[in-house]
């Protein structure tokens, strides 16, 4: 069983908040091996600090994920891999706080190698936007073939590159080192 991993869920666990990312003009999201490996640190920066924001406090998540680059911090790659997620290019990153200047060196920016066209599209409820089911298919079920994830442990969608599954052994090993404002949603009840 997979689940659609995503950062903690900021209405409920409120935490910092990422603004922007340098993705120096590389496709982050499209499974595969940079040719040429951007330059490290990756470059983050935070938005400014709101205390009347809903949304926000001062401590920074264990997951950001930036339009098409997620920031893993240090102790939450170590756990993935511990799991068993060996598909993963790991870069140097750098988060930096608008407000005080700090610079956060203990997260990683993670390239995910492997896209995975798992989707049952005849069981799924999902429109088509181009008439080819994949990159930008959106999903109000997404249900997968079994034989068609290749026993990835944690992957992008080839049907929606934006949407990050994550095995249930996985989810379990993270909830079990204390990961527990992390997102994990069900294929069949959220919409991507």
């Keep these: 069983m997979y689940y ?12 910092r908040i990422l603004n922007t990312a340098d993705s120096q003009s590389l496709w982050w999201d499209d499974g595969e091996s940079f040719e040429h490996p951007p330059v ?3 470059k983050g920066v935070l938005k400014p600090y709101k205390e009347d924001h809903p949304s926000m406090s001062r401590e920074l998540g264990a997951y950001y994920y930036d339009s098409s ?3 893993f911090r240090d102790d939450l790659l170590q756990a993935l891999q511990e799991a068993g997620v060996d598909n993963l290019d790991v870069y140097e990153a750098e ?4 407000d005080t200047g700090e610079v956060h060196t203990n997260f990683k920016a993670i390239n995910i190698l492997g896209l995975v066209a798992a989707a049952d599209m005849a069981k799924s409820e999902a429109i088509v936007h ?6 930008d298919v959106s999903f109000n079920k997404l249900v997968l073939d079994p034989t068609k ?11 929606n590159n934006g949407t990050i599954l994550i095995h249930e052994s996985v989810k379990k090993h993270l909830e079990n080192k204390g990961f527990n404002k992390l997102s994990f949603y069900e294929l069949d009840k959220a919409a991507i």
């Design 40 to 42: 490290e640190p990756i």
């Design 130 to 135: 181009d008439g080819i089911p994949l990159v």
């Design 149 to 159: 994830t290749h026993d990835f442990l944690l992957f992008r969608s080839a049907e």
């Design 69 to 71: 680059i997620p920031f």
């Design 4 to 15: 659609i991993f995503d950062t903690q869920s900021w209405e409920s666990f409120p935490a």
């Design 95 to 98: 988060l930096t706080d608008p």
